[in-house]
């Protein structure tokens, strides 16, 4: 912090174990992604290179080891995962992980159809060597799961040896835990609140009315994934009330309990 400001929420430290930023990296560039760092390394905690980014990413060692070196771990997209899977290339998949270092993995299955118990063993398998972030929910807009079903699948993954569960929302923010519009199926969400605890969900929000809808759910400390790097330091700001969509969040809170 620049400057000692009164009635701030109190943010978790890093390295955290909640309250987490999970930002999308779909193809910054070496100088970039340093540039980048160079403000918002404070604020990253987990960066997921998109989708299939990272097999047509030049120089991508390199750019593993600058978010290393910030002591930011990076994992590659889930879909990268189902694409070697649906190959039968899960070993090389692994095999890939070891050679560029990496110490999370995504298992997911929004693009193709897992058994749901298979998907839980390459959960059990991978939690032997890595952190696995699992990613619940389907990326085809016209499949709708009813909320114990999410709550079913997220339990399930999370005693399999995920260490959190993603709320899919793809990069557009528009399926899944949302309406195709954006808007936030509350009922869901609230019902999956129920059962799974905040503190190992990722939500992916990548429109700020989703992330100001968390924010004032589940306060400062909410997990939020999906980012675009411009919008980390915005989502900070806005995580402790200094954007006008969440600046009276916090106001005269002690007033007001007593």
């Given at each position: ?93 692994i095999g890939i992980l070891k ?140 995580r402790i009330g200094l954007r ?15």
């Open positions: 912090m620049n400057f000692r400001l009164n009635q701030i929420p109190e943010r978790t430290e890093k390295p955290r174990s909640f309250g987490l930023t999970m930002v999308m990296d779909k193809g910054l560039g070496i100088a970039a992604t340093r540039d980048f760092l160079s403000v918002a390394a404070p604020y990253v905690d987990i960066v997921k290179l998109g989708f299939g980014t990272s097999m047509v990413t030049d120089r991508l060692k390199e750019k593993i080891e600058i978010y290393q070196e910030h002591n930011i771990p990076v994992y590659f997209g889930g879909t990268l995962f189902e694409a070697f899977l649906i190959r039968n290339q899960i070993d090389d998949y050679e560029y270092g990496l110490s999370h993995v995504e298992v997911s299955d929004g693009s193709i159809i897992i058994p749901h118990l298979e998907k839980c063993g390459y959960i059990e398998k991978l939690s032997k060597i890595v952190t696995v972030f699992s990613e619940v929910g389907s990326k085809d807009a016209t499949h709708i799961m009813p909320p114990y079903k999410w709550i079913e699948l997220m339990k399930a993954e999370l005693e399999a040896g995920a260490t959190y569960v993603i709320a899919e929302a793809r990069e557009a923010g528009n399926v899944g835990i949302y309406r195709g519009s954006g808007e936030v199926r509350e009922g869901l969400v609230q019902e999956i609140l129920t059962q799974i605890p905040y503190e190992k969900i990722i939500w992916e929000a990548p429109q700020k009315a989703q992330q100001v809808y968390f924010l004032e759910l589940l306060s400062a400390n909410v997990n939020l994934g999906n980012l675009a790097p411009s919008e980390v330091i915005p989502l900070e700001a806005m006008g969509d969440t600046f009276h969040l916090y106001l005269n809170k002690e007033k007001d309990s007593k």
